[in-house]
């Protein structure tokens, strides 16, 4: 198993990925479920600090996005910037779609409910180091252990720059969830959407060290 820096070539990889995990969402418009993946995969790009694509005998396996400043250093920052205008546009388009500004206002209130899972951390003193803030398997890959492979890299390189401390992370239940507290995390937090009686957001944290 490779472990790498995430490349502009992989996109396509990753945009696969993400519409076969998720692309039920937006039902059978091939459009909508594209620019749904564009603008997602793009924003958390555009957000990391660094991004880990793990690949093997050179095929894409999976990917995961970090936020933490330290490993944030001397990094180029040009990928960041044209990922960031990718998503600004493809938001764009989303909202002229047909069934496009509900897409929209779903993300807007998954940002909504991030935050409140925040604060929610923060009155119970809890604070944290870094955030994963995306993890995503390739569909051949799930299944496989290839989430736990990439987890172990994610903190490995957390330990490199960490002597201790918290990271932290946020999922729903649209998203495999159960994965995090069969693999050492604790939930911290969690939102119950008002607006949706089956779909509750979390907030998971586990130490670096």
Not at 60 to 67: D, E, I, K, T
Not at 124 to 135: N, R, T, V, Y
Not at 184 to 194: D, F, L, S, T
Request: hydrophobic share 45%.
């Amino acid at each position: 198993m490779l472990f790498r820096k995430f490349r502009e070539e992989d996109f396509p990889c990753v945009l696969e990925a993400y519409d076969q995990a998720w692309g039920w969402e937006q039902g059978a418009n091939p459009l909508l479920r594209l620019a749904a993946a564009r603008f997602y995969v793009a924003d958390m790009i555009a957000t990391s600090d660094e991004v880990i694509v793990a690949e093997e005998n050179g095929v894409f396996q999976g990917l995961a996005c970090l936020v933490d400043p330290l490993l944030r250093q001397g990094e180029d920052d040009s990928v960041r910037l044209r990922f960031r205008k990718v998503a600004a546009e493809t938001l764009g388009d989303l909202a002229q779609m047909e069934g496009g500004k509900r897409e929209v206002e779903f993300m807007e209130q998954l940002a909504r409910s991030g935050k409140r899972l925040e604060a929610q951390l923060r009155e119970q003193g809890i604070g944290w180091d870094a955030e994963l803030l995306f993890l995503l398997c390739a569909g051949h890959a799930r299944g496989k252990g290839m989430g736990k492979a990439i987890a172990g890299e994610v903190f490995a390189r957390l330990r490199s720059v960490h002597h201790s401390g918290t990271v932290m992370l946020k999922t729903d239940t649209h998203c495999s969830w159960q994965f995090y507290p069969k693999n050492g995390w604790r939930q911290a937090a969690c939102y119950p959407w008002p607006e949706a009686e089956d779909f509750t957001a979390f907030a998971f944290t586990r130490p670096i060290a």
